[in-house]
């Protein structure tokens, strides 16, 4: 009964020619001895033959190869995308990029105070003489003869002085607020006889 | 083997069957095999970028794996999506190729996997397709487009629709890996080392699977088997 436990669950597999002949000769020999076993191979047998006979197979559709087809064509264009992204980022990646990279941003960090120093003068015209009129036009008449005063003249810097509230509140008077500081003190330094060479 | 066998009796049947040198025939054949492997060639050729050695892999074995999905989804369109997808996974992984079996062990690998989760997203039971004729809807009932009653085998043909349908549910009922086992090995022709390695198991396992499937087919179909 333990021998025909053990034949049984081969039983499928020596229907289907699946095993090897070392497994093969026990089962054979437990064959020629066991009706029941033989019995079972083949309702097996039969099971297998019904299996083949009753689920026949099916042909995909006409479309299917050229949806594939499509398919694979998206796929392969989205991998071509993705490879030139790969490419830029690999670029970007250059071990020579990475120092100079580093070096511009502590050249940047380090020059930060002549900037802010010189962050009035690199666009002086435009931002006083604006379209809708400035605070400097507003409040010195006159000023486009002083500013070309101003330009001609030593660089003024004051340390310490902060804008009125007024303009932090007004962040785009910010600029015009300086060339009218700077004009300020140096009319005032005129008047003292003090300037300070920036 | 077999002189021990009948010198010693139930105990060399044991170790005849049990004992690690027993091997199967698809176990024996499947470590050398896949080195002869054409299709493992030309899997070679598509990792090196060809694309032609993909489009001659699809066209020989994507009949199969359409018809592998067919009888887990029982729905032709869902079922040609599979396959398409065991492609496309194929395709996208294919630098990373490594042949280490039979191509067909490794593309049914992938189509057992994306059917099995397929089976666990969806719930496909009494969601039948006719075997013959167009294909349902969602929610549609197996509706069968009945045969000419002119034509001289039409209760024959009637017979095997009703047959197919009928095997087709008792299939359904199987477990998920007791099926795949089945199919792999008994439809698409598998040997069990390859199914074992298609289902990630081994092939004691792949046996049992197989016997308690064929055991509840048994049982199911009786009155057909008589």
Known sequence: MRDCEIIRVELPGYANGKLG???????????????GC?????????????????LPAITPSASFASRFANRLAAEAREGESQSSRRDWLGWLLQPWLIPVAAAALIAA????????????????????????????????????????????????????????????????LFVDYAVIRDLDILESGRGNGESHAG | MGAKLESTGRVTLLDAIETPMAKTVGQAASDASWRSDPDVEV??????????????????????????????????????????????????????????????????????????????????QGRMEPLEGRPLADGEEGIRELPDEEIPDAEDRLAGVETGTRIQKVLDKLPPNQKSALLLSRVQGLSYQEVAECLETTESAVKSLIFRATQTLREELADLLA
Not at chain 1, 24 to 32: D, E, I, S, T
Not at chain 2, 47 to 58: I, P, T, V, Y
């Open chain 1, 109 to 172: 960090v380090m020059f930060q105070p002549w900037f802010a120093d010189h962050s009035t003068s690199v666009f002086p015209v435009p931002l006083i003489g604006g379209p809708q009129g400035s605070v400097a036009s507003a409040k010195k008449p006159g000023s486009d003869a002083k500013l070309a005063e101003r330009n001609s003249a030593p660089k003024v810097t004051v340390a310490g002085s902060n804008p009125p509230s007024e303009v932090l509140q007004r962040p785009e």
């Open chain 2, 43 to 124: 899997m070679q050729r598509v990792k090196k970028g060809d694309s032609n050695a993909f489009r001659e892999l699809f066209a020989k074995h994507a009949d199969a794996v359409v018809n592998f999905a067919y009888r887990f989804v029982n729905n032709r369109h869902r079922a040609e999506e599979l396959a398409q997808d065991a492609f496309l996974q194929i395709y996208r992984a294919r630098a990373r190729y490594e042949p280490k079996a039979r191509f067909t062990t490794y593309l049914y690998r992938v189509a057992t996997n994306l059917c099995l989760n397929e089976l666990r997203r969806f719930d496909y």
């Open chain 1, 38 to 54: 033989r019995a079972e191979l083949s309702g097996l047998e039969r099971l297998d033959a019904l299996l083949l006979q009753a």
């Open chain 1, 21 to 35: 002949p070392d497994v093969v000769a026990p089962v054979r020999a437990h064959l020629q001895s066991c009706p």
